[in-house]
């Protein structure tokens, strides 16, 4: 998985190391609690944490889904996690774009300028014209109705807000939004990545 860099970040793979801050981050429930349905697994140990990243970093069969630690190029805080994955229930895969933070680092535009680069990486390299290159034709942002700090980031974003509906992919209503490669090559799209 190649690192993509940012002004401020870099955003490479989980390793062993960022355990610590990982139990750290996935023990709280303020983070947990936006994630999924309840009942809510908190971390509780460094073993479950060094469990999670190798989940995390293991190289998926399918290029499109990534998993990336949101590192401060400056100070190498690791502040929180972006990642592509496929939603639940599609066949042919549809994709999901997602973010959170630790606490200590929400405030600073770190969510956006992650998520930014990633979803830019995507559409860039997803783009159909290799075997190594499957198409990502539209990101889908899906998010409990009331998490308006995640809902910013999506209009931040240039998220298309399809509105609070019945979800088609998890159970209850959901808060979607969507990007199209249309959408985003109106908006600019932006530089080819090696
Ligand atoms: C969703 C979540 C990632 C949003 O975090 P966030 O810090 O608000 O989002 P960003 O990192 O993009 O930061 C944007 C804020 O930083 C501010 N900011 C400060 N310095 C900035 C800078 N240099 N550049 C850009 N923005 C800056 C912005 O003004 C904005 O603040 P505002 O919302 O008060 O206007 C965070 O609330 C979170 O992790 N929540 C729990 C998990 C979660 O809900 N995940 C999403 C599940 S769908």
Request: proline share 8%; charged share 30%; net charge negative.
């Amino acid at each position: 998985m190649s690192e993509i860099r940012t002004e401020r970040l870099l955003l490479r793979s989980y390793v062993p190391s960022d355990a610590p801050r990982v139990l750290d981050l996935r023990s709280r429930y303020e983070v947990i609690r936006w994630l999924s349905d309840p009942p809510y697994v908190l971390m509780e140990t460094l073993d479950e944490a060094e469990a999670w990243i190798a989940k995390e970093s293991a190289p998926n069969p399918d290029p499109r889904m990534r998993s990336y630690a949101v590192e401060v190029a400056d100070t190498g805080l690791v502040v929180g996690t972006v990642m592509v994955a496929a939603l639940p229930r599609t066949e042919p895969p549809e994709y999901q774009i997602g973010w959170h933070l630790h606490p200590d680092s929400q405030g600073r535009g770190y969510a956006t300028e992650a998520a930014r680069a990633l979803l830019d990486d995507t559409f860039v390299r997803f783009d159909g014209s290799g075997p190594d290159r499957p198409p990502v034709d539209e990101l889908w942002c899906d998010m409990f109705a009331d998490n308006d700090a995640s809902a910013a980031v999506a209009r931040r974003l240039g998220f298309r807000d399809t509105g609070i509906r019945d979800d088609p992919w998890y159970d209850g209503d959901g808060h979607i939004f969507v990007m199209t490669r249309a959408d985003w090559e109106r908006a600019g799209g932006t530089q080819p990545v090696g």
